[in-house]
């Protein structure tokens, strides 16, 4: 028994020593055999839910023998081995009818071409080294779709036996892989996201406007005598935009390697050096990385960006701008000026009717290649007055651009430095240089020389001019750029600067993220609303609540706030109460320190609450769903006299815990009293006449337009007014931008893109009335989208994608009338949503170097019917009555 005990005591170290050797054994070829595989990878492309019977995609097949060339004589696990593809096919990977089969009575040859499939069956060599990739050899005349095709069956024999998280290099790329070793069977798990690669895409600035994507990749080995069995390796790749995740698309990539049988082979070569050894069997073999290879496509059958413009310029004049047919266009014009040099593109600008050109403009602009800058700049002249509407449709889409850089900010700053003909184009600029600083900025660009330069001339601008619009140029790109360090210099303007500049300066500290609003600041805002130093305007007071408001209020500051009901002045009493109303019934951050102060009667009680007037604050829900919830909020303010001071429109889009201000429209209006013989309000006795209008588009504020300044011109305009809206934004926008490539493990890549055109028209009034004493504003929003999602396997020879895509139709409209023959005098608010179409279409292709072809269509359209957004049930009776009274009239 003592015996056996030490037998076994003896024994122990030994096994565990044989055991820690073998995990360091690799997989291994045995010399003189020669094993026979088949392989087959395939790629389907469909909708995200659709099935794999209906996807459209390719299969390539064939048979594949390796043998060992050349082992290590210092380590067994050192080997190069020998792969040669043959018997290859192309098939398609779901059943269709032969009319519908592009590959029917096709050959890997036909499809390939000869030469390109001898390069595919020719031997390639794996250095292989614990069963890890060191080097592929192949030649280096090889198409890079050959080469990458190597590469994926090159990829799918790398694996280790024992577990363990590793960082290695594949065809796609470096990435960091987990493996799971059970007995004869490994799983390779890949973190796809990880994945780097010399292939980087782009994408929307915001993530509301975005794309999500979803990636998995497994790979299965089973083992047998030291060597693999079979291998099966499966990806995945879901894409979908934020904001309507229906648009979505799938891609499920698969490798199958298994072997069919042994047979004796080729004995291995002696050597110690692996160079002599790839020598020896081919002088004409080089080394090669396992990464893939950039593939170069030449658009087979593409048009030239003249013969496509030539075939949807009529979806570019003004009359077919709110139709879906300009937004698809304006889209596949931008895909083509992508591939275009800057003297196709200039040819294309110098012939464009005068009424197509701006919205030409804003594709070149919008296709964000250095050709297309170069083309635009050159076509431009900055010192023509006459230039106003190219010049600024060409700046607003470098604010709305998706991905700008440097080059393009620099060529603002060039514009600012040189001859600006147009005061207006000279305010244009400056303010969207703010907004590319802001959009550099949150790619990590901030420290970009031009960036640098361009911050400096925005901070020191306000308090380097004394002349009011030049201030007001500068506030409003710090408003765009939300620089931290500009905080402090609108905290300063908001309290010491006159009515236009504070409210300006006020509303820039509304956009920063509340944690940036530092205890400071709000002791500003308070001083400001309490007026403690001095007399303000109603519209800062009221722009100053509402950032107190929204800044995580501290419960002192709400009390004051409620407190100072009942001593304002009676319209602005009534917009205070609104606003406490619509905080608490939206349930808006600063709500739970509203119902706090609200126990208190002193703040709370039926005096202070029930103030009367014709202001109102309100937020509601324009839609609600899984993928985003849009709010609309609708906030008035008017004079005492019952004239219209200050109208503020937002709606805002959330997505992925991420907020878009979509829209913002503020009409304002001053020193109007006179017309109708009422007494300002205090603080407000020597305004000069004015009325104009503001708009923040998709994050981007843009130049102000004014309807008229000064007594004068409000008198001429009022007799010679047609009735008209002012146009105040108008054009095609790139809203959605999404480009990136997918190096799948086969070797094969995916060309993933998502975009989205808006084609844009809002426009906005005042019309008087002194017989009927009537006042009317109008802000009116006219809208078309489309959107694309396209995902495509092209290997140059074979084809094959999915595209998914919506378009729609909208209008959008707020008016509000104002009656001011009485006091309190009668006002209704109206925001309509007209019935508009929706249609949804889902597209497969497939097609091969012949010029064969397969494309399946589907559609489906529905009739969204309008409404009338609600705001509160006050509003309700008062549209009630005036409405009433004008039938009676």
Same mark, same amino acid.
């Given at each position: 028994?003592l015996? &056996?005990?030490?037998?076994?005591?003896?024994?122990?170290?030994?096994?565990?020593?044989?055991?820690?050797?073998?995990?360091n054994?690799?997989?291994?070829?045995?010399?003189?055999?020669?094993?026979?595989?088949?392989?087959?990878?395939?790629?389907?492309?469909?909708?995200?839910?659709?099935?794999?019977?209906?996807? *459209?995609?390719?299969?390539?097949?064939?048979?594949?023998?390796?043998?060992?060339?050349?082992?290590?004589?210092?380590?067994?696990?050192?080997?190069?081995i020998?792969?040669?593809?043959?018997?290859?096919?192309?098939?398609? %990977?779901?059943?269709?009818?032969?009319?519908?089969?592009?590959?029917?009575g096709?050959?890997?040859?036909?499809?390939? @071409?000869?030469?390109?499939?001898?390069?595919?069956?020719?031997?390639?060599?794996?250095?292989?080294?614990?069963?890890?990739?060191?080097?592929?050899? $192949?030649?280096?005349s090889?198409?890079a779709?050959?080469?990458?095709?190597?590469?994926?069956? +090159?990829?799918?024999?790398?694996?280790?036996?024992?577990?363990?998280? %590793?960082?290695?290099?594949?065809?796609?790329?470096?990435?960091?892989?987990?493996?799971?070793a059970?007995?004869?069977?490994?799983?390779?798990?890949?973190?796809?996201?990880?994945?780097?690669?010399?292939?980087?895409?782009?994408?929307?600035?915001?993530?509301?406007?975005?794309?999500s994507?979803?990636?998995?990749?497994?790979?299965?080995?089973?083992?047998?005598?030291?060597?693999?069995?079979?291998?099966?390796?499966?990806?995945?790749?879901?894409?979908?935009?934020?904001?309507?995740? +229906?648009?979505?698309a799938?891609?499920?990539?698969?490798q199958?390697?298994? &072997?069919?049988?042994?047979?004796?082979?080729?004995?291995?070569?002696?050597?110690?050096?692996?160079?002599?050894?790839?020598?020896?069997?081919?002088?004409?073999?080089?080394?090669?990385?396992?990464?893939?290879?950039?593939?170069?496509?030449?658009?087979?059958?593409?048009?030239? =960006?003249?013969?496509?413009?030539?075939?949807?310029?009529?979806?570019?004049?003004?009359?077919?701008?709110?139709?879906?047919?300009?937004?698809?266009?304006?889209?596949?014009?931008?895909?083509?000026?992508?591939?275009?040099?800057?003297?196709?593109?200039?040819?294309?600008?110098?012939?464009?009717?005068?009424?197509?050109?701006?919205?030409?403009?804003?594709?070149?602009?919008?296709?964000?290649?250095?050709?297309s800058?170069?083309?635009?700049?050159?076509?431009?002249?900055? /010192?023509?007055?006459?230039?106003?509407?190219?010049?600024?449709?060409?700046?607003?889409?470098?604010?709305?651009?998706?991905?700008?850089?440097?080059?393009?900010?620099?060529?603002?700053?060039?514009?600012?430095?040189?001859?600006?003909?147009?005061?207006?184009?000279?305010?244009?600029?400056?303010?969207?240089?703010?907004? =590319?600083? #802001?959009?550099?900025?949150?790619?990590?660009?901030?420290?970009?020389?031009?960036?640098?330069?361009?911050?400096?001339?925005?901070?020191?601008?306000?308090?380097?001019?004394?002349?009011?619009?030049?201030?007001?140029?500068?506030l409003?790109?710090?408003?765009?750029?939300?620089?931290?360090?500009?905080?402090? =210099?609108?905290?300063?303007?908001?309290?010491?600067?006159?009515?236009?500049? /504070?409210?300006? *300066?006020?509303?820039?500290?509304?956009?920063?993220?509340?944690?940036?609003?530092?205890?400071?600041?709000?002791? *500003?805002?308070?001083?400001?609303?309490?007026?403690?130093?001095?007399?303000y305007?109603?519209?800062?007071?009221?722009?100053?609540?509402?950032?107190?408001?929204?800044?995580?209020p501290?419960?002192?500051?709400?009390?004051?706030?409620?407190?100072?009901? @009942?001593?304002?002045?009676?319209?602005?009493?009534?917009?205070?109460?609104?606003?406490?109303?619509?905080?608490?019934?939206?349930?808006?951050?600063?709500?739970?320190?509203?119902?706090?102060?609200?126990?208190?009667?002193?703040?709370?009680n039926?005096?202070?609450?029930?103030?009367?007037?014709?202001?109102?604050?309100?937020?509601?829900?324009?839609?609600? @769903?899984?993928?985003?919830?849009?709010?609309? /909020?609708?906030?008035? &303010?008017?004079?005492?006299?019952?004239?219209?001071?200050?109208?503020n429109?937002?709606?805002?889009?959330?997505?992925?815990? $991420?907020?878009?201000?979509?829209?913002? %429209?503020?009409?304002? +209006?001053?020193?109007?009293?006179?017309l109708?013989?009422?007494?300002?309000?205090?603080?407000?006795?020597?305004?000069?006449?004015?009325?104009?209008?503001?708009?923040?588009l998709?994050?981007?504020?843009?130049?102000?337009?004014?309807?008229?300044?000064?007594?004068?011109? &409000?008198?001429?305009?009022?007799?010679?007014?047609?009735?008209?809206?002012?146009?105040?934004?108008?054009?095609?926008?790139?809203?959605?931008?999404?480009?990136?490539?997918?190096?799948?493990?086969?070797?094969?890549?995916?060309?993933?893109?998502?975009?989205?055109?808006?084609?844009?028209?809002?426009s906005?009034?005042?019309?008087?009335?002194?017989?009927?004493?009537e006042?009317?504003t109008?802000?009116?929003? #006219? @809208? *078309?989208?489309?959107?694309?999602?396209?995902?495509?396997?092209?290997?140059?020879?074979?084809?094959?994608?999915?595209?998914?895509?919506?378009?729609?139709?909208?209008?959008?409209?707020?008016?509000?009338?104002?009656?001011?023959?009485?006091?309190?005098?009668?006002?209704?608010?109206?925001?309509?949503?007209?019935?508009?179409?929706?249609?949804?279409?889902?597209?497969?292709?497939?097609?091969?170097?012949?010029?064969?072809?397969?494309?399946?269509?589907?559609?489906r359209?529905?009739?969204?019917?309008g409404?009338?957004?609600?705001?509160?049930?006050?509003?309700?009776?008062?549209?009630?009555?005036?409405?009433?009274?004008? /039938?009676?009239?």
């Open positions: 028994m015996r &056996l005990s030490l037998i076994f005591l003896c024994t122990i170290p030994f096994c565990l020593s044989a055991s820690s050797k073998d995990g054994i690799g997989p291994r070829l045995s010399n003189g055999k020669l094993y026979k595989f088949s392989y087959m990878t395939e790629v389907h492309l469909d909708r995200a839910k659709g099935s794999a019977q209906g996807s *459209a995609g390719y299969r390539i097949s064939s048979s594949v023998d390796l043998n060992l060339v050349w082992r290590n004589p210092s380590s067994k696990d050192d080997q190069l020998k792969i040669a593809m043959s018997d290859i096919r192309i098939e398609n %990977v779901t059943p269709r009818p032969e009319k519908s089969n592009v590959f029917l096709s050959t890997a040859a036909s499809i390939l @071409g000869k030469e390109n499939l001898a390069d595919l069956q020719k031997p390639f060599i794996l250095h292989w080294n614990f069963g890890k990739v060191k080097n592929l050899y $192949t030649y280096h090889e198409h779709v050959i080469k990458n095709i190597k590469r994926g069956l +090159a990829s799918l024999l790398q694996l280790q036996l024992t577990s363990g998280k %590793v960082e290695e290099v594949d065809v796609s790329g470096k990435c960091m892989i987990d493996y799971q059970r007995q004869n069977q490994v799983t390779r798990i890949k973190a796809v996201d990880s994945c780097k690669t010399a292939e980087t895409g782009f994408t929307s600035h915001s993530k509301v406007l975005g794309v994507s979803k990636s998995s990749s497994t790979t299965e080995f089973i083992l047998q005598d030291g060597f693999i069995k079979s291998a099966l390796s499966e990806e995945r790749h879901t894409l979908s935009l934020n904001t309507r995740q +229906a648009i979505a799938r891609i499920v990539s698969r199958k390697l298994e &072997l069919v049988k042994t047979e004796s082979g080729p004995q291995e070569s002696a050597g110690k050096d692996v160079g002599s050894i790839i020598k020896s069997l081919d002088p004409k073999y080089v080394s090669i990385s396992l990464a893939s290879e950039k593939i170069k496509m030449e658009c087979k059958g593409c048009p030239s =960006l003249w013969n496509h413009w030539q075939a949807i310029h009529k979806d570019f004049e003004p009359e077919s701008l709110s139709k879906a047919p300009a937004s698809r266009s304006f889209l596949s014009l931008i895909q083509t000026l992508r591939k275009s040099r800057k003297e196709e593109i200039l040819k294309v600008l110098r012939s464009t009717s005068h009424s197509a050109l701006p919205q030409v403009v804003d594709a070149v602009t919008s296709a964000q290649t250095p050709a800058l170069e083309a635009i700049l050159q076509f431009l002249n900055f /010192s023509d007055p006459e230039g106003l509407v190219l010049q600024e449709r060409f700046l607003y889409a470098c604010g709305f651009a998706s991905h700008p850089n440097e080059k393009m900010l620099k060529a603002l700053m060039d514009i600012w430095n040189g001859k600006i003909g147009s005061s207006d184009i000279k305010e244009s600029v400056i303010i969207i240089m703010g907004a =590319l600083v #802001r959009k550099l900025c949150q790619k990590g660009g901030c420290e970009l020389p031009t960036v640098v330069q361009v911050k400096k001339l925005i901070l020191e601008g306000p308090e380097s001019t004394e002349v009011e619009a030049e201030v007001q140029m500068y409003l790109a710090l408003k765009n750029a939300l620089l931290p360090e500009a905080i402090p =210099l609108l905290t300063q303007f908001s309290e010491s600067a006159a009515g236009p500049i /504070s409210t300006i *300066a006020i509303t820039a500290l509304q956009r920063y993220d509340a944690s940036l609003i530092t205890d400071e600041v709000k002791k *500003a805002l308070n001083r400001i609303y309490h007026q403690n130093r001095k007399v305007e109603k519209v800062v007071r009221a722009a100053a609540a509402d950032v107190i408001f929204s800044s995580n501290t419960y002192i500051e709400v009390q004051n706030l409620l407190l100072s009901i @009942g001593s304002l002045p009676n319209e602005m009493n009534k917009y205070m109460v609104s606003k406490v109303q619509d905080i608490l019934h939206f349930e808006m951050p600063a709500s739970k320190a509203v119902r706090q102060v609200m126990r208190n009667t002193i703040a709370h039926y005096d202070r609450l029930s103030k009367t007037g014709s202001s109102s604050a309100y937020s509601g829900y324009m839609a609600r @769903g899984s993928d985003t919830t849009s709010t609309y /909020s609708l906030d008035i &303010l008017y004079s005492g006299s019952g004239i219209l001071r200050r109208s429109m937002n709606i805002y889009a959330l997505s992925k815990d $991420t907020q878009l201000h979509a829209s913002q %429209v503020v009409i304002e +209006a001053q020193g109007l009293e006179s109708i013989a009422a007494t300002p309000d205090e603080g407000e006795e020597d305004l000069e006449s004015f009325a104009g209008m503001s708009a923040l998709f994050d981007v504020q843009l130049r102000p337009v004014t309807f008229f300044k000064g007594y004068s011109d &409000l008198m001429s305009k009022m007799f010679t007014a047609t009735g008209d809206p002012i146009n105040v934004v108008k054009g095609l926008i790139l809203l959605i931008d999404h480009s990136q490539v997918i190096q799948l493990q086969s070797g094969l890549k995916a060309s993933v893109e998502f975009q989205g055109g808006l084609a844009i028209d809002i906005g009034g005042m019309e008087f009335s002194l017989w009927y004493r006042s009317k109008s802000v009116n929003n #006219r @809208g *078309a989208l489309f959107v694309m999602g396209n995902v495509t396997v092209d290997m140059d020879f074979v084809k094959a994608g999915v595209e998914v895509s919506f378009e729609t139709e909208a209008t959008l409209d707020f008016i509000t009338t104002v009656k001011f023959s009485e006091y309190p005098f009668l006002v209704c608010m109206q925001m309509d949503k007209e019935s508009f179409p929706f249609r949804e279409y889902m597209t497969k292709y497939e097609s091969i170097q012949s010029g064969k072809r397969f494309v399946s269509r589907r559609g359209r529905d009739q969204i019917p409404s009338e957004l609600p705001l509160h049930q006050e509003n309700s009776n008062m549209c009630k009555k005036v409405f009433t009274d004008d /039938s009676d009239w």
